[in-house]
């Protein structure tokens, strides 16, 4: 099992950045590849990026595709998502979780980390 932390979110202006974390314990860190989600008031939660277990091998969601990046560091067990160029619309709770694809593979949602844009 992993249990996940999502920490670094924030209240910033539209066209700023923000760092997101997810710490994860748990032996098996290094076997999933891991994804962040979304879910803005009103919305169904929605994924936002994905890496594959090495590092490698990432996918975006179009809303976000050229001003977020996502990264881990398997020795610190975490992953990150660098967000840029915000806009009002990525105002959300952010989660992280182990992925198949573009869906959560097990577990419970963590707490999640608001993130709020302003205009």
Do not use: H
Not at 3 to 13: I, P, Y
Not at 67 to 88: E, G, H
């Amino acid at each position: 099992q992993v249990q996940l932390v999502e920490s670094g979110g924030g209240l910033v202006q539209a066209g700023g950045s923000l760092r997101l974390s997810c710490a994860a314990s748990g032996r098996t860190f290094l076997s999933y590849s891991m994804g962040w989600f979304r879910q803005a008031p009103g919305k169904e939660r929605e994924f936002v990026a994905r890496i594959g277990w090495s590092g490698g091998n990432t996918y975006y969601a179009d809303s976000v595709k050229g001003r977020f990046t996502i990264s881990r560091d398997n020795a610190k067990n975490t992953v990150y998502l660098q967000m840029n160029s915000l806009k009002p619309e990525d105002t959300a709770v952010y989660y992280c979780a182990p992925v198949a694809g573009s869906q959560k593979l097990f577990g419970s949602w963590g707490q999640g980390t608001q993130v709020t844009v302003s205009s």
